[in-house]
């Protein structure tokens, strides 16, 4: 059976984003991006919530048009391109780019999902990994954490009823001192 990873990065102080939406503190250089694209690539759909997919499909369709991104950011735009993407939202009409609009997370119709065949799901977005959680659906952690405190903006994670046991899998440093911490479900 396939999983459902939640993908994302985080400042050492638990956001993903500061107050006014700003990311401009990721420090994504060309080894981690390329660290990204070899993990993504093998993925076998990425679940977006609406405003994560609106801001990847605003850049990645034709990022490796732009002679400015050569190297990983234009092989992304291919592997974001080509990817089969489930973007969850009760507004949106339709999306492109090889995306299927869900109206809600159903965990009966994501156990499903789930068991096809294929490589395993990354879910991007904190919405829509709050969501995830609270139906229990999350697999594995894939967390870069940078270094820097951006002191507030949207946590990572939500209150939550229940405590989830998990595992490190895997820790790297990368060479612009963003870690990754990786944890699995007891």
Same mark, same amino acid.
């Given at each position: 059976?396939?999983?459902?990873?939640?993908?994302?990065?985080?400042?050492?102080?638990?956001?993903?984003?500061?107050?006014?939406?700003?990311?401009?503190?990721?420090?994504?250089?060309?080894?981690?991006?390329?660290?990204?694209?070899?993990?993504?690539?093998?993925?076998?759909?990425?679940?977006?919530?609406?405003?994560?997919?609106?801001?990847?499909?605003?850049?990645?369709?034709?990022? %490796?048009?732009?002679?400015?991104? #050569? *190297?990983?950011? $234009?092989? &992304?735009?291919?592997?974001?391109?080509?990817?089969?993407?489930?973007?969850?939202?009760?507004?949106?009409?339709?999306?492109?780019?090889?995306?299927?609009?869900?109206?809600?997370?159903?965990?009966?119709?994501?156990?499903?999902?789930?068991?096809?065949?294929?490589? %395993?799901?990354?879910?991007?977005? #904190? *919405?829509?990994? $709050?969501? &995830?959680?609270?139906?229990?659906?999350?697999?594995?952690?894939?967390?870069?954490?940078?270094?820097?405190?951006?002191?507030?903006?949207?946590?990572?994670?939500?209150?939550?009823?229940?405590?989830?046991?998990?595992?490190?899998?895997?820790?790297?440093?990368?060479?612009?001192?963003?870690?990754?911490?990786?944890?699995?479900?007891?």
């Amino acid at each position: 059976m396939r999983k459902i990873i939640l993908m994302m990065s985080v400042s050492l102080d638990g956001f993903f984003e500061g107050p006014e939406r700003q990311i401009d503190w990721h420090l994504v250089d060309d080894e981690l991006h390329g660290h990204f694209n070899r993990k993504l690539s093998t993925m076998g759909a990425f679940l977006h919530g609406r405003v994560t997919y609106e801001l990847m499909a605003d850049v990645w369709p034709t990022a %490796d048009a732009d002679p400015a991104n #050569a *190297g990983p950011m $234009a092989e &992304f735009a291919g592997i974001w391109r080509d990817m089969p993407k489930f973007v969850f939202s009760r507004t949106l009409e339709r999306a492109d780019w090889n995306t299927t609009v869900v109206r809600e997370v159903d965990p009966d119709e994501m156990r499903a999902l789930k068991a096809r065949s294929g490589g %395993d799901m990354v879910a991007g977005g #904190a *919405g829509l990994a $709050a969501s &995830f959680m609270r139906h229990d659906l999350i697999d594995e952690f894939h967390l870069y954490v940078h270094p820097v405190l951006i002191g507030k903006g949207r946590p990572l994670f939500p209150s939550a009823d229940a405590r989830v046991g998990l595992r490190l899998v895997e820790t790297r440093t990368f060479g612009n001192g963003v870690l990754l911490v990786r944890y699995a479900r007891r």
